[in-house]
Nanobody
Framework: VQLQASGGGLVQPGGSLRLSCAAS????????MSWYRQAPGKERAWVST???????KYADSVKGRFTISRNIAKNTVYLQLNNLQDEDTAVYYC?????????WGQGTQVTVSS
């Protein structure tokens, strides 16, 4: 399975974007899927996770502004980014995990700037 992230771009503070992570295979087989981000000069950081049962978790820095969701039929996981701030500027990556394999997608750049 391969993951293809898309949807990044340049947005003004307060704006919104929706990121997509499309899998080449079934996502229902993964224990969870997550989004991470890596800002310039910083380590990659966890952002959000959606589990097989639909439960979700968020980093405190994005709670209330970002929403993770999925469309199982389309084998796609989404990350809705609202009220974007300068500190949200980063390359965003998706990850799929099972006990036997971890798969990363390529990143998509999100730039928040006025």
């Amino acid at each position: 399975v391969q993951l293809q992230a898309s949807g990044g771009g340049l947005v003004q503070p307060g704006g919104s974007l929706r990121l997509s992570c499309a899998a080449s295979g079934r996502i229902s087989g993964f224990t969870y899927m997550s989004w991470y981000r890596q800002a310039p000069g910083k380590e990659r950081a966890w952002v959000s996770t959606i589990y097989t049962n639909g439960d979700t978790k968020y980093a405190d820095s994005v709670k209330g502004r970002f929403t993770i969701s999925r469309n199982i039929a389309k084998n796609t996981v989404y990350l809705q980014l609202n009220n974007l701030q300068d500190e949200d500027t980063a390359v965003y990556y998706c990850k799929a995990w099972t006990a036997r394999v971890t798969i990363w997608g390529q990143g998509t750049q999100v730039t928040v700037s006025s």
